[in-house]
């Protein structure tokens, strides 16, 4: 029985002792603040267990009340950013400030800077410089650098150029990034120490090594220009990567062209995207040319004439023109003729020799302004000045016809031959005509000639491509190659080109360039004589006269003789004379009005 007393007793004293012990660490729990900030991180971390963010909330109160530098940041932070409190920059800023007094280099440069831009504070530069001074203190190599700043501007503070320069250099040897440029800049500029290029160039790769995107952007700018394209792609890269604007646009032209890297129309396109979506305008054009040629996109002509709206808009003359030339012809958008001049208008005040020439075009031809001859060969000539070919030959014109200028055929040539050396298919061609027939000054040439006609034929010329197909069969200024005749001719026949079909039709009926077919050279002139080709008629007559390729009729041969005769083709006339002298009054009488129901139907079709 004693001892079972003793034990109730031991037990009495171990549990007041435990509850004692229990109570101590519970007020001190609830006093500590480096506990009261754990539990509240801890509450954060089981919120999914019913704890809320005012509980949290609560307890970093209650450490950051008792000075817990840690809680006192938490807090700031939260009031920015609204991770569990309502964002208030002006509480945020009150709880840096007791931070700040409490010697947090992280809350001295903040609220620093928050004096300077009157952020969740009024604005106030000596405040800022205090809080400055006092991180720089701390050896913050940012606010070193910002002191640096402060008296190379004179801050709130006189402006002390040897000041500034040590607090640069004290910020760069704690390798900060901006005041390792900020050197580079000195040496380049002079304006701290003497200018060494080498020690600038050395302090801004540095600078970019450190992962600053301007000193990136920078160097690799001189890479660009020293063609070292390797160098160039890596350094534009890393600032790409950190999304500077231009530098993204600086990638996205490394891989569209190729620069120290394989081309990839793919990357090219991303980059152009996010330069573009920073409004980059030379990315917006270059976005409107992938989609326009499904280069790293999907083609999507509505896609380029948006991103080219968004290019004209930030003043890219190109942009502008097509926008112009898409509401002249009326692609994706209504026609507008109005707008298509107003578009020219703004490319032609940009100096853009196509704009000055569209814009030149519209007073020429009265397109949504009053017609003007002589202010339309002054666009021209502004156009003609920068070596647009599309200029030069409209000045030829104009030289030629007297439109706006004086007749001078010297100019014409001139502005011919201009055009011509610069690839303008229809000036070549004209060129061409002017050698074959020894006109506007030029000495007869067929070589030149055909040299001329070859080249413009080459860029698409239909004229010249027939033209080189006649110099090719008859060996004018070129090899005779009459298979290459025939092949044009072909080709062009296809196009609806009606003097291609009946030359056509001759290299069937001669066998030029091809094996004979008579029967399918009838086909061709029967088809042609019908739409009045007047040389298609006389050898259809032929035709049927000596029976080559259908059934001699010389029904049908006098009637066709007679079509083509009075037509006017003088071999025609020579052998209907004859024919018609066989004849009676009455057959010559019935004949002349088969002959006239035959050409009243071949002008009806």
């Known amino acids: 029985m004693k001892k079972l007393l003793v034990s109730l007793l031991d037990l009495i004293v171990i549990g007041v002792t435990l509850f004692g012990l229990g109570y101590y660490f519970y007020f001190d729990y609830m006093h500590n603040p480096v506990i009261q900030f754990r539990v509240a991180d801890n509450l954060l971390d089981y919120e999914s267990f019913g704890m809320t963010n005012a509980d949290a909330a609560y307890y970093y109160t209650l450490s950051a009340k008792q000075g817990y530098v840690p809680a006192q940041l938490k807090l700031a932070k939260s009031h920015l950013d609204g991770t569990f409190m309502v964002p208030n920059p002006k509480f945020a800023m009150q709880w840096y400030e007791k931070a700040a007094e409490n010697g947090s280099t992280q809350a001295q440069l903040i609220l620093a800077k928050a004096y300077r831009d009157g952020f969740g504070v009024d604005m106030n530069l000596n405040r800022s410089l205090k809080w400055f001074l006092r991180a720089a203190e701390s050896d913050s190599p940012e606010a070193q650098f910002e002191l640096g700043k402060c008296y190379e501007n004179g801050i709130a503070v006189g402006k002390d150029l040897k000041e500034a320069l040590a607090y640069y250099q004290k910020a760069a040897k704690q390798n900060f990034s901006q005041a390792i440029f900020r050197l580079s800049i000195a040496y380049e500029s002079g304006d701290l120490l003497e200018k060494n290029a080498l020690k600038a160039r050395e302090l801004c790769e540095s600078a970019a090594d450190l992962g600053l995107d301007i000193a990136q952007y920078k160097i690799a700018s001189i890479y660009f220009a020293e063609k070292n394209y390797i160098k160039y792609k890596?350094?534009?890269?890393?600032?790409?990567?950190?999304?500077?604007?231009?530098?993204?646009?600086?990638?996205?032209e490394c891989f569209y062209k190729g620069l120290g890297t394989e081309r990839n129309f793919y990357e090219a396109a991303k980059w152009y995207q996010r330069a573009a979506g920073q409004n980059i305008p030379e990315a917006q054009?270059?976005?409107?040319?992938?989609?326009?040629k499904g280069l790293g996109l999907e083609k999507s002509l509505p896609m380029s004439l948006m991103w080219h709206e968004n290019a004209a808009s930030n003043g890219i003359a190109e942009s502008q023109l097509h926008i112009?030339?898409?509401?002249?012809?009326?692609?994706?958008?209504?026609k507008d003729l109005q707008k298509a001049f107003e578009y020219y208008q703004k490319a032609a005040n940009q100096n853009l020799p196509e704009g000055l020439y569209?814009?030149?075009?519209?007073?020429?031809?009265?397109?949504?302004?009053?017609?003007?001859?002589?202010?339309?060969?002054?666009?021209?000539?502004?156009?003609?000045?920068?070596?647009?070919?599309?200029?030069?030959?409209?000045?030829?014109l104009c030289y030629k016809n007297s439109w706006g200028v004086n007749y001078d055929a010297k100019l014409e040539l001139a502005y011919y031959q201009k055009a011509a050396d610069h690839g303008n298919a229809d000036a070549q061609c004209a060129l061409a005509k002017a050698y074959a027939l020894g006109s506007l000054g030029l000495e007869k040439n067929l070589h030149k000639a055909a040299a001329w006609y070859e080249s413009a034929s080459l860029k698409g010329n239909k004229e010249a491509l027939y033209q080189t197909a006649l110099c090719n069969l008859e060996g004018n200024g070129t090899e005779l190659n009459r298979e290459k005749a025939y092949s044009i001719f072909q080709a062009l026949a296809k196009d609806g080109d009606l003097r291609?079909?009946?030359?056509?039709?001759?290299?069937?009926?001669?066998?030029?360039?091809?094996?004979?077919?008579?029967?399918?050279?009838?086909?061709?002139?029967?088809?042609?004589?019908k739409l009045g080709n007047v040389e298609a008629q006389f050898n259809l007559a032929l035709a049927y006269h000596d029976g080559l390729g259908l059934e001699k009729n010389m029904h049908e041969a006098y009637i066709w003789f007679g079509v083509a005769s009075k037509s006017g083709n003088e071999e025609a006339q020579t052998v209907f004379a004859v024919l018609k002298r066989k004849l009676t009054a009455p057959e010559q009488a019935d004949y002349e009005r088969m002959i006239a129901a035959r050409m009243e139907q071949i002008k009806a079709h």
């Open 500 to 529: 291609a079909a009946y030359n056509l039709a001759l290299c069937y009926q001669e066998g030029w360039g091809v094996e004979k077919n008579p029967a399918l050279a009838v086909e061709y002139f029967f088809k042609l004589a």
């Open 324 to 334: 112009g030339l898409s509401f002249e012809d009326g692609k994706f958008v209504k």
């Open 358 to 396: 569209r814009l030149g075009l519209c007073y020429q031809q009265g397109i949504a302004t009053e017609k003007n001859l002589t202010k339309a060969a002054e666009y021209f000539m502004k156009a003609a000045a920068q070596g647009s070919s599309n200029a030069e030959y409209a000045l030829a």
């Open 285 to 292: 054009y270059m976005l409107a040319i992938m989609y326009e």
């Open 234 to 252: 890596k350094y534009i890269e890393l600032s790409a990567e950190q999304a500077h604007a231009q530098s993204q646009f600086g990638i996205a």
